[in-house]
């Protein structure tokens, strides 16, 4: 496999070693020592069961990883790297749609809205993750450069042959007592060795080690001429932490988010081991709950107040103490002039079926109904509409016709949820099952 080389791979997909790639053929084959440092790092991981990034299995006699419902991309010695793409289908959809997706839902991350809405390498749906992250980092720069690089006084100390600035005495007496000629002395000199400019060259040498793409690579190689005097950081989490707030210094906010995520890898995940190369894993469930909530203060914020992650209520109390804290994904509250009530949104990002092939087979879960009917009593006092979204698919593409009744007053509603290209586009199923819901929830008050 030749160095640089990127493997395409959907969430629950399978990994196989090239020696057995022909006992697998439903698996993408790894070279024999990128598997088995992949398999020694699943082994090593502590994480539990259902929150590793790989297991380790056996299927017809042959070892094989399974990729979690984790995306992003996963970095491994020699080069090689995994781009996990999500998978809203029973089947593998379009790598191309796929990725576009899974950056339109980024967005949404904090720690990804450096991420460019329209952009010609994002446009370019054959590039993969690694080269589209990276395409973004350098595009950054280069709006930086135009703005301007930006040089500071910065404090020198050393042994010279003219007098200037500050003479140190006890210095001068140590190293120049024998020497009149040179004079020991602290001084200011504008340069471009800022600690900003230091972190965004260390960026720059990271990613250009890591970067096969030509096009790319000729896109770094102008920043490391341009970077070639400054000095590099060895820690960047002290080099962060000591970065001063600066009004002249906000064109520096876009490249210096890329060289926070290239450098300190902000990944929810992380295995053991080290592949000396940048690794960036999402929990594929918490990007749809995100954007999920993105979506709805971009479409429904006229009407409602949306509050993610609400804490305000627990399952249980004991001694005057909560316990089994309720954290619904948001919760809708209506805004005086709609006189609707409060309803829940929780967002899961599982594969289900339409109510068409029978309800006990449509994949719902009974852990997730319980979940709810305890949100609806704890938030809604038992009584309005909860909506469990689902990403839409070939298989579920309209919401179920009645709801789940926990009460006479307290309904449960699936829904499933089409991504498409932009947030705007996006959600049109769930828009308009809502706005159906509350027409009738208002024509019943009426009566």
Not at 19 to 46: G, M, S, T, V
């Amino acid at each position: 496999m030749p160095k640089g080389k990127v493997i395409t791979l959907f969430e629950h997909g399978y990994l196989v070693s090239e020696r057995d790639k022909d006992k697998a053929n439903y698996a993408r084959p790894l070279p024999e020592p990128a598997f088995r440092w992949l398999e020694q790092r699943c082994l090593k991981d502590k994480d539990t069961v259902d929150q590793r990034l790989l297991t380790l299995c056996v299927r017809a006699g042959v070892k094989v990883l399974q990729v979690k419902n984790y995306v992003g991309v996963l970095a491994l010695p020699k080069g090689i790297r995994i781009e996990i793409l999500p998978k809203t289908g029973k089947k593998d959809p379009d790598a191309g749609l796929s990725r576009t997706q899974l950056l339109m839902m980024l967005r949404t991350l904090k720690t990804f809205r450096c991420i460019a809405s329209t952009d010609t390498f994002i446009s370019t749906s054959k590039m993969t993750l690694p080269d589209i992250f990276v395409g973004q980092f350098i595009r950054s720069l280069q709006i930086l450069l135009k703005k301007g690089i930006k040089s500071d006084y910065l404090r020198q100390s050393k042994n010279s042959a003219w007098l200037k600035g500050k003479l140190l005495v006890s210095k001068q007496i140590k190293a120049n007592s024998i020497r009149r000629d040179r004079f020991f002395v602290e001084y200011d000199e504008y340069r471009v060795e800022r600690m900003e400019n230091r972190i965004l060259k260390t960026a720059v040498e990271k990613v250009y080690d890591e970067v096969y793409s030509p096009q790319l690579r000729l896109g770094l190689r102008k920043f490391r001429d341009l970077f070639e005097a400054v000095p590099m950081i060895s820690d960047p989490a002290i080099a962060f932490r000591s970065l001063v707030p600066d009004r002249h210094m906000q064109h520096y906010a876009l490249p210096l988010e890329w060289a926070k995520l290239i450098l300190s890898g902000n990944s929810p995940h992380c295995m053991s081991g080290n592949a000396e190369a940048v690794s960036l894993l999402f929990p594929a469930e918490a990007v749809f709950e995100a954007f999920i909530s993105q979506w709805m203060r971009h479409h429904m914020s006229d009407d409602w107040g949306i509050k993610c992650q609400a804490r305000q209520h627990s399952l249980t109390y004991y001694n005057d103490k909560d316990f089994f804290q309720l954290r619904p994904d948001i919760l809708l509250v209506p805004k005086p002039h709609t006189q609707d009530l409060p309803q829940i949104c929780d967002a899961k990002w599982k594969i289900i079926s339409s109510e068409d092939g029978g309800i006990k087979k449509a994949g719902l879960s009974q852990g997730d109904f319980y979940q709810m009917y305890a949100y609806g009593m704890k938030y809604l006092n038992g009584k309005g509409n909860i909506f469990l979204i689902y990403p839409a698919h070939e298989g579920f593409k309209k919401p179920y016709q009645s709801s789940f009744m926990f009460n006479s007053e307290l309904r449960l509603w699936v829904v499933p949820f089409d991504l498409k290209k932009s947030i705007k586009d996006s959600g049109k199923i769930l828009r308009q099952h809502f706005a159906e819901i509350s027409e009738s929830a208002g024509a019943e008050r009426i009566v």
